[in-house]
Nanobody
Framework: VQLQASGGGLVQAGGSLRLSCAAS????????MGWFRQAPGEDREFVAA????????YYTDSVKGRFTISRDKAKNMAYLQMNSLKPEDTAIYYC????????????????WGQGTLVTVSS
C-alpha cells in the first residue's frame, strides 16, 4: 500500500483545510485509515481514524467537533476536514493504513504517507 498525503498549507486561526490521502495498492486489506500529527519538538500523536468496513470513526478529544474523517471507497481516498483551526493544530499531518482492529497507536498501522504541513497563524 502506498499513501500520498496532500492539502496542507498556511491558514489563519478559525479557518479550514481539507487533507487528502490517496491510497494505492492492496487497500482492501487495510482495516483502518488514520491521521496522526507531529508538532515541532513533540511526539507524533493520534488525531482521527476510520474503520473501512464499519465506517466507524475515532477522534482525539482536542479535535472532536472540529475535524471530520471520511473516505471515498471508489477513489481509494481518505480525507480529514479540519474546521475552526487553532494555532495548536500546527503540525505535520500523516495518513496511515493498517490491518489492526486498534487505531490509536502508531504501531497499529503498517503503512504511512510522507506527511503534509499544516500551519495555523494566530
Amino acid at each position: 500500500v502506498q499513501l500520498q498525503a496532500s492539502g496542507g498549507g498556511l491558514v489563519q486561526a478559525g479557518g479550514s483545510l481539507r487533507l487528502s490521502c490517496a491510497a494505492s495498492g492492496r487497500t482492501f486489506s487495510s482495516y483502518a485509515m488514520g491521521w496522526f500529527r507531529q508538532a515541532p519538538g513533540e511526539d507524533r500523536e493520534f488525531v482521527a481514524a476510520l474503520i473501512w468496513s464499519r465506517e466507524r470513526t475515532y477522534y482525539t478529544d482536542s479535535v472532536k467537533g472540529r475535524f471530520t474523517i471520511s473516505r471515498d471507497k471508489a477513489k481509494n481516498m481518505a480525507y480529514l476536514q479540519m474546521n475552526s483551526l487553532k494555532p495548536e493544530d500546527t503540525a505535520i499531518y500523516y495518513c496511515a493504513a493498517g490491518g489492526s482492529s486498534y487505531v490509536h497507536r502508531e504501531t497499529d498501522y503498517d503503512y504511512w504517507g510522507q506527511g503534509t504541513l499544516v500551519t495555523v497563524s494566530s
